[in-house]
């Protein structure tokens, strides 16, 4: 049976546990569905160290606080195996929405950090789990998605994780091949319920699926759980043995409340395929430095798709970052090495430090790896743009690229043309009367397409109007409101 591994620390040394179990590798046989290649000069990490031994994945997530818990600890002598081979290492992700959000971000990162070590990574879109719902983490169920919006999750999901983890797409092509998209409906609609019960639930404890923490906390609860959510775990389980069997996975990820799940998996392979060689691994939760949970915005959650929210955004957010958290949001969501880190945090202490300079890294190094280099650079052209003061010349496409982001209204041109400034800040929104749009003038905080206005008796003019089209108020360096030209 896996055993849960807590990692032990006595006077700053890592004390490891060690077990005999034999490492018998899984097939390799090869994967297929949509997968790509990776430019290895780029993102594979140097693949020996000065000992010629390969650079072991397990331990870098260790010093970087990416490793929770593994189910056993010959993980570590796989993931430095040179005679097996690369691992192949899988992440499971439930279409719910139509885009990935940051609390799928580390299990991204992670997979990642199994590449560029040289492994291979499978992303698992849960097509039909989907269909049912994790019950982990939730206190109640789960809404049914139609199949149409499911459909539409899918390829939404399919398209983010592509854009995140695979570099160069080639699809149908196995040569060299270190990512792939796989989605479990594929097999999970061929399995018929009598057959699933006599090969898969004959295997399953009722009393060890019912101690699962998921499966506790719900049943305590009010509102209890279903029978189709007491099942998923099984799904999950069956989903690793399945990629275990026939696709050669190794590992499963996963946050810490999968542990229960992924746990389900190795079993069900220990005792079906009476196999060892099946791991489990398990990353925090993201927390915030007061242990709440990190990835909402009062706009609600930080979608990884730039069609739900913009690069731009995406870098605000981060850019936000209280210093409590900066640096070990540096190690957990960025692929930059200790040493730079450790100089970021010492920067931080000297005089003259800048604030927000090391959040500003942290933003770019996360927006690059979500968003490519095209995403940074717009991310980084609209904030420049859009400082207050900033001698940016601004453009119709700039202001429009951040209209979603911010307060707008469309005026007509005749009405907005020789209008006063202080009428404008109050027509469009941006100040409820005319004394506060007076006050913070004389303060020197309303700014005109980032120009700082100096002057109450200021109207409107049409060189003013950007492209003829738009224009951009500002209360102050945060309060905005895009007026376009009706």
Not at 76 to 103: I, M
Not at 163 to 171: Q, S
Not at 254 to 269: C, F, K, M, R, V
Request: glycine share 8%; net charge neutral; aromatic share 8%.
């Amino acid at each position: 049976m896996a055993s849960r591994t807590f990692l032990c620390f006595h006077h700053g040394k890592l004390l490891l546990p060690f077990t005999t179990t034999k490492f018998i590798p899984s097939s390799k046989r090869s994967l297929s569905s949509i997968s790509c290649s990776l430019n290895t000069s780029q993102h594979i990490l140097e693949s020996k160290s000065q000992l010629g031994s390969p650079t072991n994945v397990v331990k870098i997530l260790e010093e970087r606080g990416l490793l929770e818990s593994i189910t056993n600890e010959n993980l570590r002598l796989a993931c430095s195996d040179q005679t097996a081979g690369p691992l192949k290492v899988y992440c499971g992700f439930d279409p719910t929405a139509e885009s990935l959000h940051l609390g799928n971000l580390l299990g991204l990162i992670v997979l990642s950090w199994f590449q560029r070590c040289g492994h291979k990574a499978v992303a698992l879109i849960g097509g039909a789990t989907g269909r049912i719902g994790d019950p982990s983490g939730k206190s109640q169920e789960r809404p049914e998605l139609d199949l149409k919006t499911l459909e539409k999750n899918i390829v939404g999901i399919m398209d983010t994780i592509n854009r995140i983890l695979g570099k160069n797409l080639d699809i149908g092509s196995q040569k060299n091949s270190n990512f792939v998209i796989l989605n479990n409906y594929d097999w999970w609609k061929e399995v018929r319920l009598l057959d699933f019960l006599k090969q898969v639930g004959r295997y399953a404890r009722v009393g060890s699926m019912m101690s699962k923490e998921s499966v506790k906390k719900r049943l305590e609860s009010e509102q209890g759980m279903s029978y189709t959510e007491f099942t998923y775990q099984l799904l999950q389980g069956h989903d690793f043995l399945y990629l275990f069997k026939n696709e050669g996975v190794s590992v499963q990820i996963g946050g810490s409340d999968q542990w229960g799940n992924i746990t389900a998996g190795t079993e069900l392979i220990r005792k079906i395929l009476q196999a060892e060689g099946a791991y489990g691994l398990t990353f925090p939760l993201l927390l915030k430095s007061d242990g709440t949970k990190f990835g909402k915005s009062e706009d609600g959650a930080i979608w990884l798709s730039p069609s739900m929210l913009s690069p731009y955004k995406f870098y605000q957010y981060f850019f936000s970052v209280p210093d409590a958290d900066v640096v070990r949001f540096l190690k957990i969501l960025t692929f930059l090495n200790m040493e730079e880190i450790k100089e970021l945090e010492s920067s931080m202490t000297r005089p003259g430090y800048v604030p927000n300079t090391v959040q500003r890294r942290l933003a770019e190094e996360i927006t690059r790896f979500v968003h490519g280099e095209d995403g940074l650079n717009e991310a980084l052209k609209a904030t420049e743009a859009l400082r207050p003061g900033s001698e940016t010349k601004l453009d119709w496409k700039t202001i429009e690229g951040i209209a979603e982001d911010v307060p707008s209204c469309s005026l007509p041109y005749n009405q907005v043309l020789n209008l006063s400034i202080v009428d404008l800040s109050v027509s469009s929104g941006l100040f409820e009367s005319k004394s506060a749009a007076r006050r913070l003038l004389k303060q020197g905080g309303l700014y005109l397409n980032n120009n700082k206005v100096d002057n109450e008796s200021k109207r409107i003019e049409a060189e003013d109007i950007v492209d003829g089209k738009v224009l951009l108020l500002s209360a102050g360096k945060k309060n905005k409101v895009v007026v376009r030209m009706s």
